[in-house]
């Protein structure tokens, strides 16, 4: 592919756009940015409403991940979402929820947010959380959610919201890991016409867990559920004995906010941990520019809040904006694959933001289900989660916009709290697959194996190399809850005075920047971050299996499907056939960590490629999965070479 070749202009925007009118005020404003990121961001700390001034903009130990943005200052993230939105706005429907059911849909205003929020931060007080106190959120995307996170924040409690998909064995693990006291969930999840078991799923997870003495238990379905007593309580029986109205609590800057967990290469999942200011100003921030938010702007970002995508871009930065924003329960293949665009119609949707996964599975049921429907409101498009192939792109831009909307392909991740890279809709031409160009004072660089940053070369045709940010920015995360060594080791020891991303990049000749996907062991399934480790771990603590190890492979659908390679045990050799083998590995995984993690291939070896002193060469596994066997590359140092042999035998 030439990557250089299409370029396309971005449609015209109305509306403000934050006094960048032109692509020259853009380059004019982030040099500025990166030259003076102090007097750049402390103008746009204005945006925040301070109950004390902060002192110091930032306080900054880069090369040790010591960084503190806003030192001195006082604020409340719930007051900043919905209090000080209630003079001009209270009225405002502030959270569209679209449930799962269209017709069990409802919508709260700012003043109602307000209601609902203090009631559910009462009960948790009554609970006996305090500030500091971690409570894990295991819920389906019910408004119970929005208000519970909110709940949190304004009590000064921080919040670990657990996608609901996980299993009650990662669920356990997680609850452990910040050892949280109080628990939150739904007796069901509705998603897809198909009900969850959440609260027994709860019930599993914590068995022998003391640390947790309540359960708040949010009513979604008619579903009878056992109540433990003494532990469990329905919040809405709560909720209706406690005041609806409840005390900001003055938040130091650098105050933990939340935390989320998320896979990396190595052991498992990392609790990334978030502040008040900084991570905030930077959701709203990037909210309002990257989708070029207008007041009365009606925002649909169809991520589940167990995900980063879902905290920024459906909660925190929307809200703190002051705008209307949809959360969506369901999924964009139920009842059609006409719900996306149903749900765009029928609340004239502004801002349509979803993962090139979904764009690719909807594409696939044809073109009628989107020409149904009415999308002229549609504004700004946004991708994000992993590489957008130029044909799903395409289809966005053309399809769903109409070629008159700006697709903004948003790289960042869990770790940076925001958008990291992308166009600006009006403002930056767009190249279908590539990110673009970075935000406001985001410094990337590309680097070669020995953390030499790799400048442009003379002729200039692009360069490639692994993708590091050179300066700290308000939305990153401060720390892995607990393990700050891990957090240092993980991010900023490969490459001295940089944060190393796990990505590789191209830059081309025009400075754009192409994510070309993890460079490290871990796999990105629609949009859902693995580590191989944990897979592995899962596979291989089944007695029926030896050894085990995964790679991703290329997937049409899901960007990238899991293959494993299975080593049996003399019991799983003696005992079962391959394919219930691999039914047995596959609810494996779903008990250890969910069925999003399950592997779509699984290949029964009797031996791996290793190197002599014992590492998994997974460069060869990945190539004789996809059936790359002439191309494997230097082999001479496998402690056994026939093995590639037999891999390759068993695939032909
Ligand atoms: O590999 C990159 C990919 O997703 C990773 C981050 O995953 P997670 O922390 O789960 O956050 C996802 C939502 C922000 C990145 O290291 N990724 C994310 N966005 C893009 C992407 N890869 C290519 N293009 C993107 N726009």
Redesign the pocket.
Known sequence: MNKNNSTIKPPSISGDTFQINSFEEYKKLYEYSIKDPISYWAEQSKKLHWFHPWEQVLDNSFSEADVAWFSGGRLNVSNNCIDRHLNSKGDQVAIIWEADNTKDSKSYTYRELKHEVCRIANALKTAGVRKGDRVCLYMPMIPELAFTMLACTRIGAIHSIVFAGFSADSLRDRILDCNASVVVTANEGQRGGKALALKSIVDKALQGISSVHTVFVAKRTEKEVTMKAGRDIWLHEAMARERRSCPSEWMASEDPLFILY?SGSTGKPKGLMHTHAGYLLYALQTFEQIFNYQPGDIHFCAADLG???GHSYVIYGPLASGATTIMFESTPLYPDAGRYWQVIEKYKANIFYTAPTAIRAIAKEGNEWVEKYDLSSLKSLG??????NPEAWYWLYEQVGKSKCSVM????????GG?M??PLPGITEMKPGS?TLPFFGIEPCIVDENGQEIKDTQNNNGISGYLCLKNPWPGMARTIYGDHERYVESYFTQYPNLYF???GCYRDADGYYW?T??VDD?I?VS???LGTAEIESSLASNPLVAEAAVVGIPDEIKGMSIFAYIIPSKEGVAMKSEEELSGILKQQVRQDIGSFAIPSNFQIVSGLPKTRSGKIMRRILKKIAVGEYDDLGNITTLADSSVVEELINLRK
Do not use: C, K, L
């Open positions: 998320t995900w980063i995508t991708s994000v989660g992993e590489p957008i392909d948003t790289w960042w991740q869990t770790e940076t958008i890279i992308s990110a991303t796990g990505d994510i996907g993890r871990v990105n949009g859902h971050r």
